[in-house]
Antibody, heavy 118, light 108 residues
């Protein structure tokens, strides 16, 4: 059974940067498409970014395009989210998710909290 | 971009009730639609994928239907463990995914 564990969340000032990591364990093959999804306090789920199996294809939600970068290291079974120019409305729980059902997220991490505040 | 409209936003129900949540897409997404259950402090859980395919391990009281732009999630006999927030998600293209706004199922 695949498990995902996120890390790297924390408190950062507006305009700052943070790098989230997600490590997958229990794998038998390279994970398929991987994604980041977030939930701001009191809000619903918001898709953030997708990355293809070999890392060549990446896509972003409109609210993070140009500020966030998703990447992966298949040798380390890891996915990353580099977040730059952070704003207060980026405050959220960030989840790593595996798109094992042709894009539907069949495995999720427990989330890591990002707080952007001065 | 495809927008997803979920209704109702809140649903009050009792144990044993049959409930239905609706999700509408702003354009045709065929059956590229998933449903998730999310409880406070936990990770979302996949219930249904490809509009009507029950995820392994999910109780059969959950069912999904629809295609194109109109979709439903039905819980046939609500159980105490089912009080949670439910989200639909379209994944018609990897370039842009979208979640619905969520439906909170609360105890009447």
């Amino acid at each position: 059974e695949v498990q995902l564990v996120e890390s790297g969340g924390g408190l950062v000032q507006p305009g700052g940067s943070l790098r989230l990591s997600c490590v997958a364990s229990g794998l038998t093959t390279t994970t398929p498409w991987m994604s980041w999804v977030r939930q701001a306090p009191g809000k619903g789920l918001e898709w953030v970014a997708n990355i293809g199996q070999d890392g060549s294809a990446t896509y972003y939600g409109d609210s993070v395009k140009g500020r966030f970068t998703i990447s992966r290291d298949n040798a380390q079974n890891s996915v990353y989210l580099q977040m730059d120019y952070l704003r207060g409305d980026d405050t959220a729980v960030f989840y790593c998710a595996q798109g094992g059902r042709a894009g539907a997220f069949d495995v999720w991490g427990q989330g890591t909290v990002v707080t952007v505040s001065s | 971009d495809i927008q997803m409209t979920q209704s109702p936003s809140t649903l009050s129900a009792s144990v044993g009730d049959r409930i239905t949540i609706t999700c509408r897409a702003s354009q045709n997404i065929n059956t590229w639609l998933a449903w998730y259950q999310h409880k406070p402090g936990g990770a979302p859980k996949l219930l249904i994928h490809k509009a009507s395919n029950l995820e392994s391990g999910v109780p059969s009281r959950f069912s999904g239907g629809g295609s194109g732009t109109e979709f439903t999630l039905t819980i046939s006999c609500l159980q105490p463990d089912d009080f949670a927030t439910y989200y639909c998600q379209q994944y018609n293209t990897y370039s842009h995914f979208t979640f619905g706004g969520g439906t909170k199922v609360e105890m009447k």
